[in-house]
């Protein structure tokens, strides 16, 4: 399995609160992603970076912010979290070459009171 | 971008084989056609892509048509591990990166 860890695994705040999920990577990938995922809506895309202080936002940006100073880290910054942000976060990652492979986390599990 | 339609759910007995189709009507020329596979409480894995005719690999083949406004995805011989949720992505091969659309994917539920 590609080197990808995720913290925390699980996490429990109230709302308005602000909350970081890390991602890291030991494979030296250029791309790394955030999704969400929630029940009857699959696998949506929040921010990605292609590489070092590069990204761009995805299908359901808003209320979310990332920042990326190393290759190995993406962080997930929720500014204040509100119960709509009650999801599984999964980060996954890609070399970016000729195919659409990419590497997933095991996922953060995060709940929002 | 190129948007799917796969199928909710399917259910098979072990040792069929399974074929999941899904339909992509606006692939874009350069799009390519990607699975991947989702177990409960993990992260999706990748199975294989293709941009026309057939690719194989040791987990599954996967049939396009000339047209490519379809993929079928197929797995031989399913076992009770196969059960599993089945995604359909189509996007444009080293372009955005961060367009991916994963959709809702196929819920194979396999049985003994």
């Known amino acids: 399995d590609a080197g990808i860890t995720q913290s925390p695994r699980h996490k429990v705040t109230e709302t308005g609160t602000p909350v970081t999920l890390r991602c890291h990577q030991t494979?030296?990938?250029?791309?790394m992603y955030w999704y969400r995922q929630d029940p009857g809506h699959g696998l949506r895309l929040i921010h990605y970076?292609?590489?070092?202080?590069?990204?761009d936002k995805g299908e359901v940006s808003d209320g979310y912010s990332v920042s990326r100073s190393k290759t190995e880290d993406f962080l997930l910054t929720l500014e204040s979290a509100t119960s709509s942000q009650t999801s599984v976060y999964f980060c996954?990652?890609?070399?970016?070459?000729?195919?659409?492979?990419?590497?997933f986390g095991p996922g953060t599990r995060l709940t929002v009171t | 971008l190129a948007k799917t339609t796969q199928p909710i759910s399917m259910d098979s007995y072990e040792g069929q084989e399974v074929n999941i189709t899904c339909s992509h009507n606006?692939?874009?020329?350069?799009?390519?056609i990607t699975w991947y596979q989702q177990f409960p409480s993990q992260g999706p894995r990748f199975i294989i892509q293709?941009?026309?005719t057939k690719v194989t690999n040791e987990v599954a083949s996967l049939f396009i048509p000339a047209d490519r406004k379809s993929s079928t995805l197929s797995l031989p011989r399913v076992s009770l591990s196969d059960t599993a949720v089945y995604y359909c992505?189509?996007?444009?091969?080293?372009?955005?990166?961060?367009?991916?659309?994963f959709g809702k994917g196929t819920k194979l539920s396999v049985k003994p």
């Open positions: 996954a990652i890609s070399d970016g070459g000729a195919s659409y492979e990419q590497y």
């Open positions: 494979e030296n990938h250029r791309y």
């Open positions: 970076s292609y590489g070092v202080k590069d990204t």
């Open positions: 606006n692939i874009a020329t350069n799009d390519y």
């Open positions: 293709g941009y026309k």
């Open positions: 992505l189509v996007g444009e091969d080293g372009g955005s990166q961060g367009n991916l659309i």
